[in-house]
């Protein structure tokens, strides 16, 4: 049995067990929410258990990991009222029945059905693979990691000055803190241009991450660019609380690591990095003003505790924010028909240029449903399936995961065999392997202005230092 149906056989056992166990607990939210949770799991499993594939981190064996963190140790949290019941009722609830997560859980279902109908419905057909072996020009990269770092740091720069923050006197937790909040639309500003320079840095470090795995002979500017664009990446990520964004950076490293060996990796470094992952989730988390965690608590209360933050929070693909968004369409007939999707096009005009630009959907969730007041803050990705229903009622919830379904598995068609091509790797690695877990658990649109935004940038890097 190949490594990929090993790791999803284990996972769907290690669930059925839970399931098993939770029944005698509580056997009426086991039933409606906890089966439903384990149907999706099982049913996305189905074409890789069917199938021959030994690739552990394919676009759709990525996006299991995360349904069985996400969705159904999530609904573990909800059922048993973990990490505490005034934070499932204020989080996940919203002070409502849980009652309220049974028909987005059964909508959820049948999305992820209609997603796996749209991956089998297109069938495999290879592409073709360039054997002609890719180089990269040494000073060329070089220049480029240049470059891209001294403009991601006078950007860096830039941003903090911006935000007004006095680094002599402030505290660990003013420091890592979101930026740009306003309670005036036409006074927000994100900065986004800045950022997008920014994580330029992300681009140098992951570039020089491939070189020094690779090269025999680790050279002075290679491993300066490597620490230098690591450290801007951080320090970027901490200042504006983006806990996935320095999470991935470790993630990403792993899983280019997997590919370089030809898809081999080791169980105990696994661990090591979700040690990491973990540690730095809680960490990030507990600097957050009015999460309620912290983490030397946590610690001391029970290890267990530590995972809080990474399973108990609405990101990602989460049922109670589709209850709630579906409410607030349903109660005040707000569908969008399609419209919802034109913020791709808007989200590059800077708002310098058009001060009233309307906001992506994530503040709009978090605005219009969870009440949030400040621009900048309290944003809430809604997930596909509540950004399907919102556009196009329940046939959105059959069309739009069914498209995905067939995207998906081009995406794995085209990546099939990536190993002997570092363009390819950083490619599929950086922009495209989360491609589909974005869409479900944040929305088409963030995932496609996410994937231009990473992708326009690394596709010129990589033509300019590369040689046949």
């Not at 200042?239 to 990796?265: A, D, E, H």
């Amino acid at each position: 049995m190949n490594q990929a149906k090993r790791i999803n056989l284990s996972i769907i056992f290690f669930s059925f067990i839970i399931l098993i166990i939770s029944f005698f607990y509580n056997y009426n939210y086991s039933f409606f929410l906890l089966i439903p949770s384990f149907l999706i799991l099982l049913i996305t499993s189905l074409p890789i258990l069917i199938s021959n594939e030994h690739n552990v981190f394919s676009p759709l064996c990525y996006l299991i990991y995360f349904i069985f963190l996400n969705l159904f140790l999530r609904n573990i949290y909800i059922i048993y009222d973990f990490p505490s019941k005034s934070y499932v009722d204020g989080i996940f609830l919203l002070y409502e029945s849980k009652d309220l997560l049974i028909k987005p859980v059964l909508l959820t279902l049948t999305g992820f059905i209609f997603f796996t109908l749209g991956y089998l419905f297109y069938s495999y057909k290879p592409f073709m693979i360039n054997k002609k072996p890719v180089i990269w020009n040494s000073k060329k990269l070089n220049l480029l990691s240049f470059v891209l770092s001294f403009i991601s740091f006078i950007s860096l720069i830039k941003f903090v000055i911006s935000s007004k923050v006095n680094l002599l006197l402030v505290t660990l937790q003013a420091f890592s803190n979101y930026r740009g909040v306003s309670e005036d639309l036409s006074d927000y500003n994100a900065n986004g241009f800045l950022r997008v320079l920014i994580q330029l840095s992300t681009i140098v470090f992951y570039i020089n991450y491939v070189r020094f795995k690779k090269s025999q002979n680790k050279t002075f500017s290679n491993k300066f660019y490597l620490i230098f664009s690591f450290l801007i990446s951080l320090l970027f990520f901490f200042f504006i609380q983006s806990r996935s964004g320095v999470v991935f950076l470790f993630i990403n490293c792993f899983l280019i690591n997997y590919y370089l060996n030809f898809n081999k990796f080791s169980y105990k470094k696994l661990l090591v990095l979700f040690a990491v992952v973990v540690l730095f989730f809680s960490f990030m988390t507990s600097l957050r003003g009015g999460s309620g965690f912290d983490l030397k608590d946590a610690v001391q209360d029970s290890l267990f505790s530590v995972l809080d933050p990474l399973v108990a929070n609405n990101g990602g693909i989460d049922t109670s924010k589709t209850a709630h968004i579906m409410n607030y369409v349903d109660k005040h007939n707000d569908f969008k028909y399609g419209s919802g999707y034109l913020f791709i096009f808007s989200s590059f005009i800077p708002r310098a240029i058009w001060p009233n630009k309307p906001v992506n959907i994530d503040t709009e969730v978090g605005m219009k449903v969870y009440n949030a007041t400040s621009y900048g803050t309290g944003a809430v990705p809604p997930g596909l399936i509540a950004e399907s229903y919102w556009n196009f009622g329940y046939l959105g919830i059959l069309i739009i995961p069914f498209i995905v379904g067939i995207f998906t598995r081009r995406l794995h068609n085209y990546f099939k065999i990536i190993n002997n091509d570092n363009n390819k790797i950083l490619l599929y690695v950086v922009c495209f392997i989360g491609i589909p877990y974005s869409c479900f658990g944040s929305s088409i649109t963030s995932a496609l202005i996410g994937l231009i935004y990473l992708l326009v940038p690394l596709y010129l890097s990589l033509k300019y230092i590369s040689k046949i």
